[in-house]
């Protein structure tokens, strides 16, 4: 499986005392497991990065840019698509609706990526599958 991974998810793996850890761990696992190619891009590692010292701390950071990057595809952001990006967050007009998340989206669309893990509502708003444990919603 091809799946691209979003800030909420990494987080709850990270995060013990997130909600969504327990689902987040076996969801990770389970694409461990499976050989999933994972898919990333350079402002969810950045927007991660600093959700998680801010967080939790230095620790928490060291740990995903050690044991968890290494595991990612990682497509960085150009000019282009951080343009685009903007583009359709300012058309959205929705406070809930991030530039890492629009760029995420287009992202996913070029490179063909149909499967999302995260805890966003918004991949599914905008037609993507989201995995979680192994399930499709």
Same mark, same amino acid.
């Given at each position: 499986? $091809? &799946? ?7 987080? &709850?793996?990270?995060? +013990? ?9 076996? %969801?990770? $696992? *389970?694409?461990?497991?499976? /050989? /999933? *190619?994972? #898919? *990333? ?11 998680? @010292?801010?967080? $939790?701390?230095?620790? +928490?950071?060291? /740990? #995903? ?17 951080? !343009? ?11 406070? !809930? ?6 760029? /995420?989206? @287009? ?5 063909? $990526? !149909?499967?999302?893990?995260?805890? &966003? ?6 037609? #993507?599958? %989201? ?5 499709? !919603?």
């Amino acid at each position: 499986m $091809i &799946a691209f991974v979003d800030t909420s998810a990494f987080y &709850a793996v990270l995060d +013990a005392d997130d909600d969504n850890h327990q689902t987040a761990k076996e %969801t990770w $696992i *389970t694409l461990l497991r499976q /050989s /999933s *190619t994972l #898919f *990333t891009t350079n402002y969810v590692l950045l927007e991660t990065a600093a959700l998680l @010292q801010h967080r $939790i701390g230095l620790t +928490a950071v060291r /740990s #995903f840019h050690e044991d968890v990057v290494p595991l990612l595809q990682v497509e960085y952001v150009t000019e282009e698509m951080h !343009r685009s990006g903007v583009e359709a967050v300012l058309a959205a007009g929705r406070k !809930r609706l991030s530039l890492v998340d629009c760029v /995420s989206f @287009q992202v996913m669309r070029q490179l063909g $990526i !149909r499967d999302a893990f995260c805890f &966003a509502a918004h991949f599914a708003e905008q037609g #993507f599958t %989201t995995r979680l444990a192994g399930k499709t !919603r």
